[in-house]
């Protein structure tokens, strides 16, 4: 696990563990360290326990065990709403009962701050998710859009060090998420606060965090900036979970410092590099990226092993081109091509060779 | 921020109903056209035409049954409440009199107005009214069901002083048989001869012989609603039905006022026009000094004022009295400290509904905030036990509190047992307000805590947490979030639990003993024991209107759509 322990860590996850029947483990052994200012992305199927870190770490569950350290001070035992934790929550929470205004003034007026600062912070909260006009509307008379960027707002209102958002833009169509994803990114990196973004669209993840940590089985398969995480993925769930992948599985028949032989179930021998294998005679998966596919020879090394594939179907898809082959007895192989002069357009029945470089095809966990 | 059009309210642009919408406010080109070129609206109204009336079609049942069974009685009922009719459809030759009588000059009615009360007493003891007018006017003065009750045995007696002297003057007067053939037309007489009593037909209808009529209008008009009465409400043969003795003083009226009986001829003519001579020897008859010698409230100023007040069809006398007030010759004026009850009474039904329903918001609050954050197999189980007290019968449940609440009940055994109360000062927990009140409010609750269950269901709990994540307390976070949610529920719970609680009667009347009934108690009273149904109608209306008022203050206040039962 890939664990960055420095002492300056803004949020600390120590051994924490949390079991609801006391039976089974949500978190298993989750241990994090996240510096100051850092965007950090809870990803994970539902169930993976990603959602149960945040509310943990908002207060609203406890940990069986561990402990969860904001700031160097435990905070096990420190109720919520004394925690100064922004929240962000998917179905936005906006208090129907009150306007806008209304809503962002709440925590400024929980903690007893005067009447002029407090309209000064609204305004100022409003304009930075540039809602201005909107303060004397209520929730129900603005689009779901709008509203989360109120709730952005209001949990920004009091300037917390530490923002916590689940799944804010679960329930909003693709291109608001797209605005939003990148206004909230924006915002985060312009006020130099600390955020833990929960969602489990692995684009978003992608795109807006400096770090991922990938969630599977109460614990954190991976935690990695997203060009890392995409590109080499530790085991074959981070693989399988983020992006497109094509998984062919064998057996290692022989490693060399950073290469490997892998035999597949069908008999055909790849090069891959080992990363999550010890020895020859393991059981691998090997992961292997559809745009790192080369089926032009003249690109490949001429002593680079290849498949032989039968191309089963060809999309159009504008700026690339999605073929699915049927590669070593599976039929979902699938290679992604730049929509580019010079690139042959494959046909459903075609005969080719592909191949990769070793370093793009991973020997991972099987 | 790079983005700023996403900031702006949703305007889309093509065919969305709110653009279809839109345009048609904008057009100013004339009428939207359907595609076979009639105005858009005429289209669209001949479609829901059909929708209209089979939702129409299918409600009508339920329509006609409720406004018949319902509405109907209801309406009829508190019609009640300003009839009063019976005063001047039993006396109305009094009534008439009445008019000109001026009730503040001391001066008992004139004699002539005795004699239309004789005439209106004697007509309605035959048809047994007086008892009924007499426990009418009852309500509004005590003792004129024993005057009526008197005067209509007494009437008898002064008729008989007229039939009594005709009679002895000539045995003719006595029978049927000669009366008919004098005062019946000979047509009817015909058909009163080809009629079989025993046939069961129809017997033919009195009709006055037209010369009989002109000369002795009096006698003529009394016969005829005599022969009415016979014929068709005693369904006796007027031909063997000797005359009421009221016929007879209204002959002498007619002969004594010098009826011409000489133009009249046929049958009895000779027998008329030897009565015409005589009359003037006739002893005569002073009804004013009759009616007193009745009974000597017949010549008491009060009595003819309550009539004389009570003469118009309609009367607000039930609504003043409703009110503790009362019709007195000078308007409407408040009853004696003494006799004052109903507005006492519908203060504290008011108050006491006002305490059950605020302590049903107390004790059902908490439970439906439990129900509703319960999963849902464990509230799904307590709701039956919510739930429970419906299946019951209510007598049972009030029943049970008797037992309970008795000062040799569960309850204060508990606590002398527990040394709470000393043994020779047990609580008195019922027949009184306090018994009122906590049956009241368990029989209640259920309609408490459903309504505030299905609101508190809808509010989502992430609204706390963001609360508490916005740095508010508990108790913060509950008032200021929560509660504010709730109180459409509140609302829904307080106005169903206290307009049943406005209008109960059985619980009050089993557990309240007398301080702790309510309006209701009263107005079934009134339906069922004083029969004084005029002034239950009243007490109703009063109650309904009250009720109407309340609810409209509540929507000008909260607001109804703020109302929800569920969902």
């Not at chain 1, 294998?277 to 090394?301: F, H, M, W």
């Not at chain 2, 009922?77 to 006396?91: P, W, Y």
């Not at chain 2, 709701?383 to 008797?402: E, G, N, Q």
Request: charged share 20%.
């Amino acid at each position: 696990m890939a664990t960055n322990s420095t002492a300056d860590a803004f949020v600390e996850f120590e051994r924490v563990q949390k079991s609801y029947d006391g039976e089974n483990l949500v978190v298993k052994d989750l241990n994090l360290f996240m510096p100051k200012g850092e965007f950090l992305t809870m990803l994970g199927p539902s169930g993976s326990g990603k959602t149960t870190c945040l509310m943990m770490l908002a207060g609203f569950e406890t940990a069986t065990h561990g402990d969860i350290r904001l700031d160097g001070q435990s905070i096990n035992n420190i109720p919520p709403h004394k925690r100064g934790i922004g929240m962000v929550f998917q179905n936005y929470a906006l208090f129907p009962h009150m306007t806008v205004a209304e809503n962002l003034s709440f925590p400024l007026e929980v903690r007893k701050m005067g009447k002029s600062d407090r309209e000064a912070k609204v305004k100022r909260a409003l304009d930075m998710v540039q809602m201005g006009a909107f303060g004397g509307r209520r929730p129900s008379q603005m689009s779901g859009g709008q509203q989360q960027r109120v709730a952005l707002a209001r949990a920004l209102v009091f300037e917390p060090e530490l923002v916590l958002m689940d799944e804010p833009l679960g329930a909003l169509d693709k291109q608001l998420r797209e605005t939003l994803q990148f206004e909230i990114t924006n915002l985060a990196h312009e006020l130099g606060i600390t955020v833990v973004y929960v969602t489990h669209d692995q684009t978003e993840a992608l795109t807006m965090s400096d770090r991922v940590a990938v969630f599977d089985d109460g614990r954190i398969q991976q935690l990695a900036p997203p060009d890392k995480l995409y590109e080499e993925p530790e085991n074959s769930f981070v693989a399988q979970f983020i992006g497109e992948n094509n998984t062919l599985e064998g057996v290692v028949k022989e490693i060399k410092g950073d290469s490997c032989l892998v035999e597949l179930d069908g008999g055909e021998v790849i090069d891959a590099k080992p990363v999550n294998v010890q020895k020859a005679g393991d059981r691998t998966r090997v992961s292997i990226r559809p745009e790192r596919v080369e089926y032009n020879k003249n690109r490949l090394s001429p002593d680079a092993h290849t498949l032989k594939a039968e191309v089963l179907e060809f999309i159009y898809m504008g700026d690339i081109f999605r073929t699915r082959l049927k590669v070593a007895g599976t039929s979902e192989f699938v290679i992604k091509t730049r929509n580019a002069p010079d690139v042959e357009r494959l046909v459903p029945g075609q005969q080719i060779e592909i191949g990769w470089l070793p370093d793009d095809c991973r020997a991972l966990d099987a | 921020m790079s983005d700023n059009t996403a900031t702006g309210p949703d305007q889309f642009t093509g065919a969305t109903p709110d653009n279809a919408l839109r345009a048609a406010d904008n057009a100013d080109h004339g009428p939207m056209l359907a595609a076979d070129g009639t105005p858009l609206k005429k289209s669209l109204n001949r479609a829901l035409r059909r929708q209209k009336l089979r939702a129409l079609m299918l409600i009508a049942p339920l329509l006609v049954f409720i406004l018949v069974a319902f509405i109907a009685p209801i309406a009829d009922m508190l019609f009640r409440s300003v009839e009063n009719q019976i005063v001047a459809d039993t006396l109305p030759r009094t009534t008439d009199g009445l008019a000109a009588w001026d009730s503040t000059s001391g001066e008992i009615p004139p004699p002539e107005l005795f004699e239309g009360l004789y005439k209106d007493i004697f007509i309605a003891s035959e048809r047994k009214l007086h008892t009924r007018l007499g426990s009418r006017l009852n309500y509004e003065l005590t003792g004129v069901s024993s005057l009526f009750r008197k005067s209509g045995r007494g009437v008898e007696d002064i008729g008989e002083v007229y039939q009594d002297q005709f009679e002895d003057f000539n045995e003719f007067w006595k029978d049927a048989e000669n009366w008919n053939p004098l005062m019946g037309s000979a047509e009817w007489l015909e058909d009163m001869a080809g009629w079989d009593e025993k046939s069961g037909d129809r017997q033919p209808a009195f009709e006055i012989r037209d010369e009989v009529a002109s000369v002795l209008p009096e006698t003529a008009a009394m016969y005829e609603t005599f022969a009415e009465f016979v014929q068709f409400e005693d369904e006796d043969n007027l031909l063997k039905e000797d005359p009421w003795a009221i016929v007879y003083s209204a002959l002498y009226a007619d002969l004594s006022a010098g009826a011409d009986v000489a133009s009249l001829s046929g049958p009895g003519s000779a027998e008329l026009q030897e009565a015409a001579v005589a009359v003037a020897d006739f002893e005569t008859v002073d009804y004013s000094a009759a009616f007193e010698e009745i009974d000597k409230d017949w010549h008491s100023i009060e009595v003819w004022q309550t009539i004389q007040t009570y003469s118009p069809a309609y009367t607000s006398g039930y609504f003043l009295n409703a009110v503790d007030m009362k019709k007195g010759p000078d308007g409407p004026e408040m009853r004696p400290e003494n006799e004052r009850l109903y507005i006492k009474l519908f203060i504290r039904t008011m108050i006491m509904s006002l305490v059950i329903t605020g302590s049903c918001i107390l004790l059902g609050y908490p439970v439906a905030w439990i129900l509703a954050n319960l999963p849902a197999r464990t509230a799904n189980l307590l709701m039956i036990l919510v739930l429970l007290p419906f299946w019951t019968s209510l007598l049972v449940r009030t029943s049970a509190w008797k037992v309970m609440l008795q000062q040799q009940g569960v309850i204060n055994d508990t606590l002398v047992w527990l040394g709470v109360v000393a043994d020779d000062s047990r609580l008195a927990l019922i027949n009184n307000q306090t018994g009122t009140i906590i049956a009241m409010t368990h029989i209640l609750l259920p309609f408490m805590i459903l309504p505030l269950y299905s609101v508190m269901k809808t509010i989502p709990p992430t609204y706390l947490r963001a609360a508490k994540s916005l740095g508010a307390t508990d108790w913060t976070a509950f008032w200021r979030v929560y509660f504010p949610q709730s109180v459409p529920g509140i609302g829904a719970g307080s106005i169903l639990v206290f307009i049943l609680a406005i209008g109960y009667y059985i619980t009050p009347e089993l557990v309240g003993g007398t301080t702790g009934t309510f309006i209701s108690n009263r107005i079934a009273y009134h339906i069922s024991s004083s029969l004084n149904w005029g002034l239950a109608a009243a007490l109703g209306a009063i109650l309904l209107a009250v009720v109407l008022g309340l609810y409209w203050a509540y929507d000008k206040i909260v607001g109804i759509d703020n109302v929800k039962l569920g969902g």
